[in-house]
């Protein structure tokens, strides 16, 4: 089975940066699109990015857009969130997600969908 779990997380002031990373095993991740979610307390998960299979299409949301870049390493089964000119807004915990796809770019925005696997999510906070 497919499991996924995610690092990289941690305490930065604003404007400062982290990496996060995803990483699969039980099987290759070639074959999954893979979407970032997070989430604060008390509030609904909320979808951030997600990459195609071979990393060839990204998207991103509004409020990350020009700061956040996801990527990922086939060979090493890892996809990357790096986040730069982090602010207090970004503070949630960081999900990532898999998808199998078979012929097209497929990205899943909606939290509640069938997943192959979730990560435990790995904790970033953006305080001064």
């Known amino acids: 089975q497919l499991q996924l779990v995610e690092s990289g997380g941690g305490l930065v002031q604003p404007g400062g940066s982290l990496r996060l990373n995803c990483v699969a095993s039980?099987?290759?991740?070639?074959?999954?699109?893979v979407t970032w979610f997070r989430q604060a307390p008390g509030k609904e998960r909320e979808w951030v990015s997600c990459?195609?299979?071979?990393?060839?299409?990204?998207n991103y949301h509004d409020s990350v857009r020009g700061r956040f870049t996801i990527s990922r390493d086939n060979a090493k089964n890892t996809i990357y969130l790096q986040m730069n000119n982090l602010s207090p807004e970004d503070t949630a915990t960081y999900y990532c997600?898999?998808?199998?796809?078979?012929?097209?770019?497929?990205?899943?925005?909606?939290?509640?969908?069938?997943?192959?696997?979730w990560g435990q999510g790995t904790q970033v906070t953006v305080s001064s």
């Open positions: 997600a898999a998808i199998r796809v078979y012929n097209h770019f497929l990205c899943v925005r909606n939290s509640s969908y069938n997943f192959a696997s």
């Open positions: 039980g099987i290759t991740l070639d074959n999954h699109a």
């Open positions: 990459v195609s299979r071979s990393g060839r299409i990204t």
